[in-house]
T-cell receptor, first 117, second 114 residues
Framework: GAGVSQSPSNKVTEKGKDVELRCDPI?????LYWYRQSLGQGLEFLIY????????KSGLPSDRFSAERTGGSVSTLTIQRTQQEDSAVYLC???????????????FGPGTRLTVT | GDSVTQMEGPVTLSEEAFLTINCTYT??????LFWYVQYPGEGLQLLLK?????DKGSNKGFEATYRKETTSFHLEKGSVQVSDSAVYFC?????????????FGQGTILTVHP
């Protein structure tokens, strides 16, 4: 079946502009995660959604970052007033329910490469 | 807080050589441990996992044993192939209030030459 898809694959934006990154998880996966991969910081957790529970936003680096998940499926990560340090690859992942033996088995999308000029 | 430390890379080996990539972790509670791999041009994918002390995860000839006494989860393969060239990430799920979130190491670039 289809894996996790993300769009766009590449995004170049000017400093100060807002961007939206989209993630389509694997059908039936109730948990969805956003990570950021950058040269200086490695792979960092940003936010995760589990079913209808309130999202865990503990990894968001500033209030310029937000995310939502509509209908328990598609998710959008929004970065407002982008800065050069936001340049990174943004990865989305999904998994079956968190509280199971499959804990930690996440399926990753190809990522969106964001470049802020 | 929770953290994962991997050996510095890059690692360059000849085909059929033995591979070890060291990984140590710091976590409260009883984490699950993972190795993820990112092949060139592909997304991150799970390679193997172990959920409790002394468990051994294995896949595609790779192995790693969960050692609670040394807080380690070193990745090994007896004979690497050119197709194993990739970036390898050690990760943990600490559970508790961190349930579901993966904490990753910095990644180790492996290049295997024919």
């Amino acid at each position: 079946g289809a894996g996790v898809s993300q769009s766009p694959s590449n995004k170049v934006t000017e400093k100060g502009k807002d961007v939206e990154l989209r993630c389509d998880p694997i059908s039936g996966h109730t948990a969805l995660y956003w990570y950021r991969q950058s040269l200086g910081q490695g792979l960092e957790f940003l936010i995760y959604f589990q079913g209808n529970s309130a999202p865990d936003k503990s990894g968001l680096p500033s209030d310029r970052f937000s995310a939502e998940r509509t209908g328990g499926s598609v998710s959008t990560l929004t970065i407002q007033r982008t800065q050069q340090e936001d340049s990174a690859v943004y990865l989305c992942a999904s998994s079956l329910a968190v509280g199971t033996p499959l804990r930690g088995e996440q399926y990753f999308g190809p990522g969106t490469r964001l470049t802020v000029t | 807080g929770d953290s994962v430390t991997q050996m510095e890379g890059p690692v360059t080996l000849s085909e059929e050589a033995f591979l070890t990539i060291n990984c140590t972790y710091t976590a409260t509670g009883y984490p699950s441990l993972f190795w993820y791999v990112q092949y060139p041009g592909e997304g991150l994918q799970l390679l193997l996992k172990a959920t409790k002390a002394d468990d051994k995860g294995s896949n595609k000839g790779f192995e790693a044993t969960y050692r609670k006494e040394t807080t380690s989860f070193h990745l090994e393969k007896g004979s690497v192939q050119v197709s194993d060239s990739a970036v390898y990430f050690c990760a943990l799920d600490a559970g508790g209030t961190s349930y579901g979130k993966l904490t990753f190491g910095q990644g180790t670039i492996l290049t295997v030459h024919p």
